[in-house]
DNA sequence: CCGCGCCGCTTTGTCAGACATAATAGCGCC
DNA sequence: GGCGCTATTATGTCTGACAAAGCGGCGCGG
């Protein structure tokens, strides 16, 4: 899949099932601003020139707007116009914007602090899961395993069962606001895996990493849980950050 | 502060001055769902009946519908109308949904997973302080902190004051997503403290323990930093709990 | 010359009404 | 009884108009 998002020639009405007008122009725009080619203080352009360029009612894109504003990426002042909000103030944890962040290729910066956070929280949360697991949750996560192992990570659906284990773990925290970090880790899941499976030549496999932390969450064991997640986002991290510095950098790429 | 969230009667045109009209509306509804008045799956009314019985415009309670779709509350559908999301795809990260959430007194499970959440954030967020801060993030915690003991947990001033260590902290990590759970953070704070000063008798002073993580980020002194901060959330848990376990349950509440 | 306040212009904010489109439910035909 | 068509009913989109709020410039006065 290719990522188009310059907005000039972008055609909104072309062949689209579920997103509506508001939906493409938002996530257009949202790539443009957190790919940085809008700045931070920057003002977009004015809603009738844009709404016009873009063959569109003015009520569609300022629903765009809206979104944007909502997910603290933009903020509308009259008479100033639309102005993109500093980075710190953007809900880099939105799962839109997450996905928007990682449609491009992340700078190590990003990636680093992303996996920072799953540094922060996976562990716990897998020792959470060891003593709160019900049996659906263990079934979703031996699912996954099983998917990871029958289709490989190199293939998409192996990386969206890695998501799912992942995403099941989190949610068999009983956790709900564990839960909602589910789309920052499966970005980040997803780039681990996309990096080995595209540019290194072996590639290590995590299974048994996982399934480490599968077994001690099915045995309940809560620290042994957080052992072997904790060291299964070591090696993720140090895959990632190994594979990055062999191949040197691209200047976009899309998993 | 009262919050007012029976949109039946709502004036949407009452002195508002920076909330725009479809800011208000999602904010209205918006707590309407959190709070459990509408349920999820339930679809809410359709628009022109609503913006009708409000008095706006179709197109500003549109906006303020994809608003709440931005943030993952509610979903559109055609032909069916807008039905309230499953709370597993909420936002509940997002710095709004948060205080909705917290405008009404949260129930245990809910106030138990967001300090489930900071105890496994913060301490490590103390730590990479300790390693990272910079003269303007001791700076900022050190204001805040006098702040504190200047006005008091009891004031709003106070309150303000200990957000501000916590969210000055957060962002003394370098890590922009740890940063951005600053909001999440700083209701749990806001709730901590404000228990304590209203239900508590004799309060227990926390500044002690703020001041001993100050003491360790200041000093570089990572892990020092860590187990202050654990304590110090541990702390602020049992505080709350007891809190509300000694006083009961009211119906809500308004920090 | 400098500062202050008024005025107008630009941009977002809001409104009204119309038509487009899709998904459901119910009807009718086989 | 099952299948397909159609009418209904939501949201989706468009158009064009007016409201109002800041910023900038202009002019007045010190």
Chains 1, 2 share one sequence.
Do not use: C
């Amino acid at each position: 899949m290719t990522v188009k998002p310059l907005s000039a020639g972008l055609n909104v009405r072309a062949g689209r099932k579920t997103l509506r007008i508001p939906g493409v122009i938002a996530r257009d725009i949202g790539l443009q601003i957190v790919s940085g080619h809008y700045r931070p203080g920057e003002v977009l352009n004015g809603e009738i020139e844009t709404s016009g360029r873009l063959h569109v009612s003015r009520a569609a894109y300022r629903e765009a707007v809206r979104i944007l504003a909502a997910k603290g990426l933009v903020k509308a002042l009259r008479k100033v116009g639309t102005r993109v909000t500093p980075r710190e103030e953007w809900h880099l944890l939105d799962p839109d914007v997450m996905g928007w962040i990682f449609e491009f290729e992340p700078d190590d910066a990003t990636l680093a602090s992303l996996f920072e956070l799953r540094r922060m929280v996976e562990p716990e949360a897998a020792a959470l899961a060891a003593a709160r697991r019900g049996e659906e949750d263990l079934a979703a996560m031996a699912g996954a395993l099983k998917g990871m192992a029958r289709y490989g990570l190199e293939s998409k659906a192996g990386r969206a069962a890695d998501q799912a284990f992942h995403a099941a773990l989190l949610r068999a925290t009983g956790n709900a606001f564990v839960a909602s970090l589910i789309a920052g880790v499966g970005a980040a899941v997803t780039w681990t895996t996309f990096y080995k499976g595209t540019h290194s030549r072996q590639l290590r496999d995590s299974l048994p990493d996982h399934q480490r932390v599968y077994d001690a969450i099915a045995g309940q064991d809560p620290s042994g849980a957080r052992e072997a997640m904790t060291e299964l986002v070591d090696l993720a991290l140090r895959d990632t950050t190994d594979a990055r510095k062999r191949i040197g950098r691209k200047k976009r790429a899309t998993p």
